[in-house]
């Protein structure tokens, strides 16, 4: 049984009524309740690991530890000056130990607890119980007794699990990882499940259309069959497309309420497909919010037959390819046609069964073009920050706008990076304004009144840029899982290859690291990752994911794992047979040795 998505796009004239914005904001304290619940439980479950003196002894070595790190850190700060230069020498050697001390109180701790666990399991039982009986709790509060949908109440429970999870999974790694309070910011996701009853009538495409139906109460989606939509003109297809779709959305004071919501349909789904539940998602672009609605089915693929196409292996990267960056190469077992159309994003090399994933200059040129107005806008902001902190200095002190009983002083004004303080500034200052503030006010003011056009044409290009770029990895993952009998990925971690070279781990110069991380965001290969597995999984091709240690240092020909790189002119040098080879080819063959299990594949070399 596949799982799909179709997304159809809100109209941006679509003003937002009031119980959308009501039940956005309830969804919102939903969420920070469950993240107060959940800190509470963390901070009871430290003082029951504390009562066991060797998880104790742990806890204080690792509160050294950390408290050395932050030292060590301060001194490197100190010596940079501001600057990104790189340190070295004894303050850089100092920091790389403690970091490695806090490492290693990490595991000590972990391990004094998987000792102790056995003792505690009962207490531990015990809070996870009454963190089972907050939620419910909050069930009654905010559905029984109030107005949120219990659909949108599900949803968020599910995704707070959903973060737990990561969260513990991270930390068990070793990994920094804690829940984040957020204000609200208009922004959210609101839900409406479909559930059907025994014989009720099947979740179909037609079923949720008829505004007579029996989900009517629930979703009405108009629809169109797929075969008579193929058959339209794209303006045709766009003139039916125009519809409104009505959804549940929670209760005012005991009533059931509705929205009427304006939408953009590009696709159907087929007629035989199960809509099981709809979402209404509001994010923010600059100043402007914008929504959509993505309805989720299930597609019967058990008539499915099964792919009898080649292995194919994908390893990812973000090198520069010249006119494109180059986000993965990929091997075929046997060699596979690409598509005309794709060849832009999928090249193929002359033997059919090498190729690369890429992405075109445009997009990484427009990400560029949006943090080039991103810099305007902060060189912009500085004047407009330096006039303030010259009034606080000359009319100060000011009371805080957030907390009253404190004073906003020139030095805190001075060191905001962000034009949204300036913002919230301009806002507060604008409902409560000091004293004698209407000149430094109307400097606020045309600041804000001329930012606010930049700051659209950064947001909107940059996720301008960002969606086509998750198109085309999206056209690129459904091509080649539709010409493959298995798909085979790699477990390469690109969040600790960040860390690492955010910490300076490698021998690169700081500002290759630079370029090189920059380059990664922009890319963002882990999406084509992700895009691959879960179109893998909708077709019901298999993945297997490989280890990504000693890729591109194992030479295929020999079977060798070279212990360290040796490159020359462009291609790694094999410290066994002593041939060259290309690195990238070299990964992507070991990825099919280590998937098939068979002998080692040949690959050209250099």
Not at 10 to 37: G, I
Not at 43 to 48: D, K, N, S, Y
Not at 271 to 299: F, M, P
Not at 524 to 552: F, I, Y
Request: net charge positive; charged share 25%; with cysteine.
């Amino acid at each position: 049984m596949a799982v799909v998505a179709v997304t159809m796009g809100v109209h941006y004239r679509w003003e937002f009524p009031p119980m959308l914005q009501s039940q956005l904001r309830l969804a919102h304290q939903l969420r920070e309740e469950l993240v107060t619940a959940q800190l509470e439980v963390e901070e009871t479950l430290r003082g029951v690991w504390s009562q066991v003196p060797q998880v104790a002894a742990a806890e204080e070595a690792l509160a050294l530890a950390q408290q050395e790190v932050s030292a060590a850190e301060q001194v490197v700060a100190d010596l940079r000056g501001g600057t990104r230069r790189r340190v070295t020498g004894p303050p850089a050697a100092r920091l790389a130990q403690a970091r490695r001390a806090v490492r290693e109180a990490r595991v000590r701790r972990r391990s004094e607890i998987s000792l102790a666990r056995p003792v505690v399991d009962p207490q531990i039982r015990q809070i996870h119980e009454q963190l089972y009986a907050r939620h419910k709790q909050l069930y009654k509060q905010f559905c029984t007794d109030g107005d949120l949908f219990w659909a949108t109440f599900n949803e968020v429970v599910a995704n707070h699990k959903s973060t737990m999870k990561k969260i513990t999974a991270q930390r068990k790694q070793g990994r920094s990882a804690n829940l984040k309070r957020r204000r609200f910011d208009g922004t959210g996701t609101l839900t409406v499940q479909l559930q059907r009853e025994a014989g009720g009538p099947a979740r179909t495409p037609a079923a949720i259309a008829d505004p007579d139906g029996r989900y009517r109460n629930l979703l009405v989606v108009p629809w169109t069959d797929p075969h008579e939509w193929a058959g339209l003109t794209r303006a045709e297809q766009r003139r039916r497309g125009r519809v409104t779709v009505r959804m549940r959305c929670g209760q005012h004071q005991g009533h059931p309420v509705w929205l009427q919501v304006p939408v953009q349909q590009h696709r159907m789904l087929a007629a035989g497909a199960e809509i099981v539940l709809a979402r209404l998602t509001v994010s923010r672009v600059s100043d402007q919010r914008r929504a959509q609605i993505s309805v989720v089915a299930r597609i019967d693929d058990a008539a499915a037959e099964v792919s009898a196409g080649p292995d194919v292996a994908v390893r990812l990267g973000w090198r520069d390819g010249g006119e494109h960056l180059i986000v993965a190469d990929w091997r075929s077992s046997r060699p596979i046609s690409i598509a005309a159309h794709l060849r832009e994003v999928i090249s193929v090399d002359p033997d059919g069964m090498t190729g690369q994933v890429r992405l075109p200059r445009s997009v990484p040129d427009q990400v560029a073009h949006a943090a080039t107005l991103g810099a305007g806008r902060i060189e912009a902001m500085r004047h407009t920050r330096a006039a303030v902190v010259d009034w606080l200095t000359e009319h100060g002190p000011v009371p805080h706008p957030s907390d009253p009983n404190q004073v906003l002083a020139p030095t805190e004004v001075a060191r905001w990076a962000s034009p949204a303080r300036l913002a919230w500034l301009h806002q507060q200052w604008t409902q409560q304004p000091p004293d004698d503030a209407s000149d430094i006010i109307a400097t606020l003011e045309q600041w804000r009144h001329n930012d606010i056009p930049v700051w659209r044409r950064q947001e909107h290009a940059r996720t301008k840029a960002l969606r086509r770029r998750r198109d085309l990895y999206r056209q690129a993952a459904a091509h080649l899982v539709g010409l493959a009998g298995r798909v085979v990925v790699d477990d390469l971690s690109l969040p600790d290859i960040a860390a690492a070279a955010a910490r300076g781990d490698t021998a690169l110069h700081p500002q290759v690291r630079r370029r090189v991380a920059q380059r990664r965001a922009v890319v963002a290969p882990g999406s084509l990752r992700e895009l691959l597995v879960a179109a893998a999984h909708r077709d019901g091709v298999e993945v297997v994911t490989v280890s990504a240690s000693g890729l591109a240092t194992t030479h295929p020909q020999c079977g060798h794992t070279s212990s360290t790189r040796t490159v020359l002119d462009g291609a790694m040098v094999c410290q066994g047979c002593g041939h060259r080879y290309d690195q990238h080819r070299a990964a992507t063959a070991t990825m099919l040795t280590r998937a098939s299990g068979d002998a080692p594949t040949a690959v050209r070399d250099v």
